[in-house]
């Protein structure tokens, strides 16, 4: 049975750091896309990175720069380092996998698998 546990999420302030963690189970995060969203209340979910294959990697104009994501393949897990925290980043954040390679990485419709979430929040 494929899951997706994410954690790590939290409040922090801003200019602070977190970093999210993508447990997956069930399946092998190799030659697969694996992509971090966000959703805040009322809005979209937006993408805003993506991994294939622990080296190819994708980021959100929002967030290039600011954030990091990489891949652990013997723990089978995905991490979202973000740093430098702005309150518009406070949303549920969840992570998706796809059965092979994503041709949008960070379009939601490309993902098959999605975990159930963890809350950021970033304020003073």
């Known amino acids: 049975q494929v899951q997706l546990v994410e954690s790590g999420g939290g409040s922090v302030q801003p200019g602070g750091s977190l970093r999210l963690s993508c447990a997956a189970s069930?399946?092998?995060?190799?030659?697969?896309?694996i992509g971090w969203f966000r959703q805040a209340p009322g809005e979209e979910r937006e993408g805003v990175a993506a991994?294939?294959?622990?080296?190819?990697?994708y980021y959100s104009a929002s967030v290039k720069g600011r954030f990091t994501i990489s891949q652990d393949n013997a723990k089978n897990t995905v991490y979202l380092q973000m740093n430098t925290l702005k309150p518009e980043d406070s949303a549920m954040y969840y992570c998706?996998?796809?059965?092979?390679?994503?041709?949008?990485?960070?379009?939601?419709?490309?993902?098959?698998?999605w975990g159930q979430g963890t809350q950021v929040t970033v304020s003073s």
């Open positions: 991994i294939y294959d622990g080296f190819a990697t």
């Open positions: 069930g399946f092998d995060i190799t030659r697969r896309s």
């Open positions: 998706a996998a796809k059965r092979g390679v994503a041709s949008e990485p960070l379009k939601s419709r490309e993902y098959n698998y």
